[in-house]
């Protein structure tokens, strides 16, 4: 089982949907990350957090760290949100690293 | 702020070579990872640097990868001999602190 599960895997929407990627883990984590990656490879780091809500725009990212869950929102989707979106978790400790997720593949429709 | 940059973008190269991938990190970030990304296994830590020394190397697949760490601006990823199995997108990021971390473009490289 991997340490970090993102679901879904692939998930299509028609424009203006609201839209919601979960990630599970079964390690003790310091800071969790949602990243984005576009067509053509490059990837952006939306949030980092360690507990409760974030909100960036249209981006809404929670974590409930007791059930070791996360969830990243996109309100009113729009088609140049279609990306990967990678959950991340960095392991407990100073030294700890970022274990990714496969990725939840997203197309959004007009 | 340039960002974190990464070179070359894209590389073909046949196996049994050597192939040099470079990385500029942010001025002043502290802390450089090299990630490799395949279809099968996604995004995999290889190794990362804190004040350029290697802190954490486990992900390194064997002996043909080595990376350096020079100075606080430059690091490079090093793959002799080169093999199929290591085509992959190579990114580098860098992050001051154990924040947020900033990727660069990624280096394509195919092994034929």
């Known amino acids: 089982k991997n340490e970090v599960e993102q679901s879904p895997q692939n998930l299509t929407a028609q424009e203006g949907e609201f839209i919601t990627i979960n990630c599970s883990y079964s390690v003790g984590i310091s800071a969790l990350h949602w990243l984005q990656q576009h067509p053509g490879g490059g990837i952006v780091s939306l949030f980092m957090l360690s507990s409760g809500k974030k909100k960036h725009g249209r981006l809404i990212a929670t974590i409930n760290i007791q059930e070791k869950h996360s969830s990243l929102h996109i309100t009113a989707s729009h088609p140049r949100d279609s990306a990967v979106y990678i959950c991340?978790?960095?392991?407990?400790?100073?030294?700890?690293?970022?274990?990714f997720g496969k990725g939840t593949k997203l197309s959004v429709k007009p | 702020d340039a960002g974190v940059i990464q070179s070359p973008r894209h590389e073909v190269t046949e196996m049994g070579q050597e192939v040099t991938l470079r990385c500029k990190p942010i001025s002043g970030h502290d802390y450089l990872f090299w990630y490799r990304q395949t279809m099968m296994r996604g995004l995999e830590l290889l190794i990362y640097?804190?004040?350029?020394?290697?802190?954490?190397d486990s992900g390194m697949p064997e002996d043909r990868f080595s990376a350096k760490m020079p100075n606080a601006s430059f690091s490079t990823l090093k793959i002799q001999p080169s093999e199929p199995r290591d085509s992959a997108v190579y990114f580098c990021a860098s992050s001051s602190g154990r924040q947020t971390e900033h990727f660069g473009e990624g280096s394509w490289l195919t092994v034929v």
């Open positions: 640097f804190n004040n350029n020394v290697p802190i954490d």
């Open positions: 991340a978790v960095r392991g407990g400790g100073s030294q700890g690293n970022l274990i």
